[in-house]
């Protein structure tokens, strides 16, 4: 049997008619830029969530990096990132001026470390931005206090959390502002790239909405130099109907986690999750020793996976002029030869979370992992 980390084509196929017909109607009005379908997307994600708006963006690196511009934040000042994290979250930083200050990972959620938050505050703390990693949604209530204690603004990183919950709340509305990814792969994903911003706020909105467009609210009329990075109409139609299956398809990656931590809970060590929390398993990570080598005889069985990430931020080349050292990171470091993404989406038959998780429970048990 062959299990796809991924499988678009399924997720395709059971939503066909509704995307060929979205996709011919913004063919059919000739509106590619802005538009309607990109205002309905915006409204309807925006209601989805909770939040008074939604700026649709080019992706979601471009969703992080307006956000911070945004705030004001550039030279001398420090954003804080977590060391476990795509780069977009910490190249972002970097984008502004600002000095990217990492810190080390929970070993039990592997989201942002409180602790070590605490001890990277400085004065020239402008904003943290945490990560809802996975899916998981990130502790944010002392993160909360942190920012009310120090001026601090909150930029969620959820990427990776599309409609996850932290006390009753959707993610990236309790910060200042939330950042979303829909590029293909993620829980809400689009065919190309694309991301929006989400706020309370009224005026970071409007600010938020005018970088994206070269820093202009009408045609010529440019306050400032922004960026282009527009959310088309074409992916904006894409995400409307996808934005309906969106429940559906998280209830099964919900399902599929369920069966998988009933089955391998004494095996490996599967995701531990809050109950103030809503996991949305946009990845399901274990931990493992021996990590390689089950990797590789999945694979010979027909399984995919990942590994996310192979290489703290901190340790990566892009940020190797920081010279941070292995025991600045414990946790991030040693979870980088720990940590297995298993196959997870909202379009997996049994028989492939069956199988897959039969074939973990062999080799590990086989193997001494």
Not at 58 to 71: Q, R, V
Request: with cysteine; hydrophobic share 40%.
């Amino acid at each position: 049997m062959q299990v796809k980390f991924v499988d678009l084509n399924a997720q395709y196929s059971e939503i066909k008619l509704q995307i060929d017909s979205a996709i011919a109607r913004v063919l059919d009005s000739a509106v590619f830029i802005g538009g309607p379908e990109k205002k309905e997307f915006e409204n309807n994600f925006s209601k989805y969530l909770g939040a008074k708006h939604c700026v649709g963006v080019g992706n979601g690196t471009d969703a992080l990096y307006i956000s911070l511009k945004s705030l004001g934040i550039g030279k001398e000042d420090e954003v804080i990132v977590p060391a476990n994290s795509f780069i977009a979250t910490a190249e972002a930083v970097g984008m502004t001026g600002a000095k990217v200050v990492f810190v080390d990972c929970c070993e039990q959620s592997f989201n942002l470390g409180l602790e070590g938050l605490k001890n990277k505050i400085s004065k020239n703390t402008k904003a943290i931005i945490p990560v809802h990693l996975y899916g998981n949604p990130v502790d944010m209530e002392p993160i909360l206090n942190i920012s009310r204690e120090n001026n601090i603004a909150i930029i969620e990183d959820a990427a990776q959390a599309h409609g996850a919950e932290f006390n009753k709340l959707k993610v990236g509305t309790i910060g200042h502002a939330g950042c979303f990814s829909f590029f293909p792969g993620k829980n809400l994903g689009a065919y190309g790239d694309a991301g929006a911003i989400v706020t309370n706020d009224d005026q970071f909105a409007i600010e938020a909405r005018m970088y994206a467009n070269h820093g202009r609210n009408n045609k010529f009329d440019h306050e400032f130099e922004g960026i282009n990075s527009r959310l088309d109409s074409l992916q904006a139609a894409i995400l409307n109907v996808k934005l309906e299956f969106l429940e559906k398809w998280t209830h099964r990656r919900r399902a599929i986690a369920a069966y998988y931590n009933e089955k391998l809970k004494n095996i490996v060590e599967t995701p531990e999750t809050s109950p103030k929390s809503k996991h949305v398993y946009h990845l399901y990570v274990i931990k493992v020793s021996n990590r390689d080598k089950v990797k590789m005889l999945l694979q010979e069985k027909g399984i995919s996976t990942g590994i996310h990430y192979p290489i703290p931020l901190p340790f990566t080349k892009a940020y190797r002029f920081l010279n941070h050292q292995p025991d600045e990171f414990p946790v991030a470091y040693a979870l980088k030869d720990q940590i297995l993404s298993l196959p997870i989406h909202g379009s997996m038959p049994d028989e492939e979370v069956e199988y897959t998780a039969l074939q973990l429970i062999n080799i590990v048990k086989n193997n001494g992992a």
